[in-house]
């Protein structure tokens, strides 16, 4: 029997991060009301997100902080109860074009194939599609344990090796994103996992290499499956974020001596023999190959080989995003039934489960809207530090909002004036900064919704008080504050602002 939406959970992991989690969730309902969503969640269950969990259908599994991506992955794959499980991270945002209907067609009718991965488009600015850009990480592994050297080449470096299932194209590598659906019995039949030691880094090539080099399952990227990646800039999650001893775990566990990445570039914590000099690339004789005619690789668009083995373009992205009509949509976090999608969309889209919402009044974007005394009275704003407020230093404050106006504000959409985030701040009964940092909203105002905001904090320690607001760029703020006492530390001798 085919499978259907019926053999699909969605599982993430998520870390102090409730204004993405809230967003994936919202944009995931938004497009797959009734498919079973899991998340583990590395912290104290907070009454504010086990409200949202409940009121959205999220099975949640609450860990100790920083327990690990890894811990968390292996907890959800083990907890699915379906066919198949799409693994996501917390700061993806689904669209109409998240449609998995064609994975799940590929791994029913391709039983090598155990893994598809879909495409994802970093997103920097939420108004709008147009600056989005493609990530290019899909590549093949070569390990030679020997010598102790570890290769990753994108898949781009090789001509495409093709797989068709129905209408359906994909292309079989060696790894792909954090954005797949796999066959639960990978973990539930082979045992195959993440390795619960990797808290961050270094996790994602050992689970890929560690497929390849123990199992028969072929791993595929799949193109058509498309998701978005935001990432809001947090002080508090940088920090965990970037560090760096998954690296060397890596190397220890495979005996790896050097890593040299898809990009051409060391691994700078996964090198043993970093001591050694490095050859050059005149030490070798260079012979002419087909490299550079396809240089660009997928980049503007897949290639394809004719029978005499001449490159040509083929098989371009759905809607020919780079410079075609699609690519000019605009993304908004609201439609009007009340998920995540697009403003403009210059070619039908269908998600499955649309319309399934009631419709909902929907304020006109952006506008003067946020300046009527009706909606400010609608409008509560609860602020919470996230870091400490070192002086010097960016820290991180979460933003509730709390909006009672029965309507959903949109915050994201193209309009003649900027909304965001930001904040006086105070010490005595004079005002130290006027207008600090602003911060683009990290979703629309629904009825309660989480956001960031970065503070820069002032270069004299001391006492202060910071006051939060909606400001509305070129006009005026919204006037809605909320006010928090907040105790600006010295900096430590030597640290960079």
């Known amino acids: 029997m085919r499978a259907s939406l019926d053999d699909l959970s969605i599982c993430f992991a998520t870390l102090d991060r409730p204004y993405c989690a809230q967003r994936l969730i919202r944009s995931i309902r938004s497009h797959y009301p009734e498919v079973p969503i899991l998340v583990a969640d590395q912290g104290a269950p907070e009454p504010e997100i086990e409200r949202f969990y409940a009121a959205h259908g999220v099975e949640a599994r609450f860990l100790s902080a920083d327990a690990g991506v890894s811990r968390c992955r ?18 993806f945002i689904f669209s109409p074009e998240t449609d998995v209907s064609g994975a799940l067609h590929i791994l029913d009718e391709d039983q090598e194939v155990g893994v598809v991965g879909g495409k994802l488009f970093d997103i920097t600015d939420l108004r709008s599609l147009q600056e989005a850009q493609d990530r290019y990480w899909e590549c093949f592994f070569f390990y030679d344990p020997r010598n102790g050297l570890f290769l990753s080449l994108p898949v781009h470096a090789f001509r495409p090796i093709t797989r068709m299932s129905g209408p359906h194209r994909y292309y079989l590598c060696d790894a792909v994103m954090n954005f797949a659906v796999l066959r ?10 993440w390795d619960d030691r990797f808290r961050c880094n270094g996790e994602h090539e050992d689970f890929y290499l560690a497929l390849k080099m123990n199992t028969q399952v072929r791993v595929a990227y799949f193109p058509d499956l498309v998701c978005y990646h935001h990432a809001p800039r947090d002080v508090a999650y940088t920090a965990v974020r970037d560090r760096q001893e998954g690296w060397p775990l890596f190397a220890e566990k495979w005996g790896i001596r050097q890593y040299v990445d898809r990009e051409g570039a060391w691994r700078p914590h996964c ?18 190959d087909f490299t550079g005619r396809y240089g660009q690789g997928w980049k503007p668009g897949l290639v394809g080989v004719e029978s005499d083995g ?40 269908h998600a499955p489960g ?21 909606v400010r009275d609608g409008l509560t704003l609860h602020a919470c530090p996230k870091t400490a407020f070192v002086a010097g230093g960016l820290a991180s404050v979460l933003i509730t909002v709390e ?8 915050m994201g959409a193209k309009a003649p004036f900027d909304v965001y985030f930001s904040y006086h701040l105070l010490r005595g009964q004079g005002y130290a900064v006027w207008e600090g940092e602003r911060s683009r909203p990290i979703s ?3 009825d309660r919704s989480m956001h960031l905001l970065l503070v820069r904090c002032p270069d004299e320690p001391g006492s202060y008080t910071l006051e939060v607001d909606i400001l509305v ?17 010295p900096a430590e001798p030597g640290a960079a602002a």
């Open 444 to 446: 629309d105002l629904f």
């Open 271 to 288: 090198v043993m023999d970093e001591r050694q000099p490095l050859l050059t690339d005149a030490s070798f004789a260079r012979e002419p």
């Open 74 to 91: 292996n907890i959800l794959a083990g907890s699915v109860r379906t066919k198949y499980l799409m693994i996501c991270d917390d700061d």
């Open 354 to 374: 649309s319309g399934r919402h009631g419709g909902r009044p929907v304020l006109t974007p952006t506008d003067l809207s946020l300046l009527r005394d009706d």
């Open 184 to 193: 639960t019995a990978i973990f539930t039949e082979l045992g195959h996992g």
């Open 310 to 349: 001449r490159l040509y373009p083929a098989d371009p992205m759905p809607g020919l995003r780079h410079g075609g009509a699609a690519h000019e949509r605009g993304l908004v976090a609201i439609c009007r039934d009340g998920g995540l999608g697009e403003v403009r969309s210059l070619r039908p889209t």
């Open 473 to 489: 760029d070129g006009l005026a703020w919204a006037s809605v504050p909320t006010r928090i006492a907040c105790v600006v530390a």
């Open 403 to 410: 909006n009672r106006t029965g309507r959903v504000i949109p």
